[in-house]
Nanobody, 115 residues
Framework: QVQLVESGGGLVQAGGSLRVSCAASGSIFSGDAMGWYRQAPGKQRELVARIWSGGITNYADSVKGRFTISRDIAKNTVYLEMNSLKPEDTAVYYC?????????WGQGTQVTVSS
């Protein structure tokens, strides 16, 4: 079993910064990939960023250069540092753990960027 708990969402003005965190518990393995997805009202859930076991990262084009994903393996925690936020970044952000084709999800945290 895997449990993912997000924290750190909130309201921020455009151009501001925010960091969201995801603490994983349960059966966590070093080979698991972790990432962040987001879902805005009326839109499909989309990948924002992912970090693989070797530290390789990939980002959605819309956030490249503004967002940074990182992982503290000892704490089983993944972070998403978001800078230069835009109103279009407003969404519920979900933590994701991917293991051999199986996805695990957190409950989500709301990020709202005001213009």
């Amino acid at each position: 079993q895997v449990q993912l708990v997000e924290s750190g969402g909130g309201l921020v003005q455009a151009g501001g910064s925010l960091r969201v965190s995801c603490a994983a518990s349960g059966s966590i393995f070093s080979g698991d990939a972790m990432g962040w997805y987001r879902q805005a009202p009326g839109k499909q859930r989309e990948l924002v960023a992912r970090i693989w076991s070797g530290g390789i990262t990939n980002y959605a084009d819309s956030v490249k250069g503004r967002f940074t994903i990182s992982r503290d393996i000892a704490k089983n925690t993944v972070y998403l540092e978001m800078n230069s936020l835009k109103p279009e970044d407003t969404a519920v952000y979900y933590c994701n753990l991917w293991r051999l084709g199986v996805d695990y999800w957190g409950q989500g945290t709301q990020v709202t960027v005001s213009s």
